[in-house]
């Protein structure tokens, strides 16, 4: 046993040497490129059809990619009983860099067979006037109107391109499109089914709640690399959370908080001083709050003269099914239990003044109140879970490790252990996820070469995992007895 430990060491070491040696003659990458936007791993490709006719079927749980042209308007078909409630989301993506107007986005709608509409939502890249990922919800859901959008059948997703690069010149001087407003954008689609309920339920929304903003949360960051998607979001808990390397001017980080029935979501961005320009951007930093469903529910926009700024987001009301009857967008979209996601956004105005270095971003993040049970609903959730908290959600978002999102937690066609991974070259999430283990073997791989040199790297990853593996087990068995070595700001549950 001893020497098998030491040959692991030796190898280990070499490994490390090739690593490093191969690592230094790499090409390096552009320091100024933002980190592109990560779809979800198992994203199927889809294409959007221009007319109801010939409209792809899109399933609940799933996560489809596509993109959306200027001017377009594009169908994907639902099929719904009914019975349960659906929500559609697409996340529209420029390429980074793009030009676009403060008008520019994209409007989602559900609409029937008839073409009304059931719903809809308009998401624009706003006062930031910088192109960053936008996403807008429209749902079907029943009892809300007695005549429409409630029979079975087929139902359309209807995702449009709105704003200048539309081929009208709202929003552009001179009458002229931005350049780059005429290329193509991603989409990512997500669609979510929610079962009825018990009957004997509240149909008005609660009628007060604790409207006052508590006091920050305090301590010594911790820290956590934000993703670049909702599929590799950076879980949090309750704490200060300072990220591992800073936003970038024209970067979007995401982080998701796990909110449970009955409980009170506050969160706080702040934006480091710096010495490297000088000058002032208005509406620099916009975070953004959407729901488990992606559904808009908050955001708060800060500006930045060089010196330390914040943006918080107004108090919410508790998370409770019955906010779906208030008529207060923000209460609204506090209907769900679940993974609440944070979307921050540096404004690519920010690098004329203060260059493409990364500033420095802190979290603060507060969850109050009881945890309580749910509605009752009659059936699952698809996917499953996704409008519920586990304990492993609890843990996932107090050690960085993943926990089930909307991508992953019904099935997870191949991954193992409801790990999302990340594509498209963007970066994982969290500081010990699996993710991050597979992006290591990756790099590990790609820099050992071939032959005995990717042996001995081979055997330097499986020494990391093991030591990694070790590490988490030790962590959870200390917290479990209540001598956790990492501090805590305070409990994320149960206050």
């Known amino acids: 046993m001893g020497r098998r430990t030491v040959r692991w060491r030796a190898a280990a070491a070499v490994g490390a040497a090739l690593y490093v040696t191969t690592a230094l003659s790499a090409p390096a990458t552009a320091a100024d490129a933002p980190t592109p936007y990560s779809y979800a791993e198992d994203a199927t490709r889809v294409e959007g059809s221009a007319s109801s006719t010939g409209a792809v079927r899109l399933a609940p749980g799933k996560t489809y990619r596509s993109s959306i042209g200027p001017g377009a308007k594009l169908y994907y078909r639902l099929d719904l ?32 067979s008839d073409g009304r509409r059931c719903s809809y939502e308009t998401a624009r890249f706003g006062a930031t006037r910088s192109a960053h990922p ?7 859901e029943i009892g809300t109107d007695e005549y429409m959008c409630q029979a079975p059948g087929a139902y359309y997703l209807v995702v449009q391109r709105v704003g200048s690069g539309t081929g009208s010149a709202s929003g552009s001087p001179s009458g002229s499109i931005p350049e ?8 990512e689609l997500g669609y979510v ?18 409207s006052a903003s508590p006091e920050a949360v305090q301590g010594d960051p911790e820290r956590r690399r934000g993703g670049t998607g ?20 024209g970067e979007t980080l995401f982080y998701k ?4 029935w009955g409980q009170q979501l506050y969160a706080t961005a702040e934006l480091g001083s710096t010495t490297g320009g000088d000058g002032f951007v208005g509406n620099a930093l916009a975070m953004s709050l959407y729901n488990p469903a992606r559904g808009f529910v908050d ?14 987001l107004d108090p919410l009301p508790p998370v409770a099914y019955d906010n779906r009857f208030s008529p207060d967008g923000e209460a609204k979209g506090m209907r769900f239990a679940g993974w609440y996601y944070l979307a921050v956004h540096l404004g690519t105005p920010v690098a004329a003044r203060y260059g493409d270095e990364p500033i420095g971003l802190t979290l603060r993040v507060r969850v109050t109140g009881q945890a309580q049970d749910g509605p009752g609903y009659l059936g699952a959730t698809t996917p499953s879970g996704v409008f519920e908290v586990t304990d492993e959600d609890q843990e996932a978002a107090e050690n960085g490790t993943t926990g089930n999102t909307l991508d992953d937690a019904g099935d997870t066609d191949g991954e193992e252990d409801g790990e999302a991974a990340t594509s498209d070259g963007g970066e994982g999430s969290g500081s010990s996820t699996a993710t991050g283990d597979k992006r290591l073997a990756m790099t590990a791989v790609a820099a050992g070469g071939i032959g005995t040199g990717s042996l001995l ?7 990391t995992l093991v030591a990694r593996r070790r590490a988490a087990g030790a962590e959870r068995a200390a917290r479990r007895a209540g001598t956790a070595s990492r501090g805590r700001h305070g409990p994320s549950r149960g206050r």
């Open 193 to 210: 089914s929610e079962p009825a309920v018990k009957e004997g339920g509240s149909t008005s929304a609660p009628e007060g709640w604790n």
């Open 457 to 463: 790297v081979l055997g330097l990853l499986v020494w």
């Open 134 to 140: 936008v996403t807008a919800l429209a749902s079907r």
């Open 299 to 312: 955001d708060a926009l800060v500006s930045y003269g060089g010196d330390q700024r914040s943006a918080d």
């Open 180 to 187: 780059g407003s005429s290329e193509e954008w991603g989409l």
């Open 257 to 260: 908080v796990p909110v449970d």
């Open 230 to 249: 909702f599929a590799t979001a950076s879980p949090v808990a309750q704490g200060v959370w300072q990220d591992e390397t800073g936003i970038k001017a």
């Open 81 to 112: 009983d009914a019975v349960a409630n659906a929500y559609a989301s697409a996340t529209a993506v420029p390429a980074a860099g793009a030009t676009v107007a403060s008008s520019d986005g994209v409007r989602v709608s559900v609409e029937d």
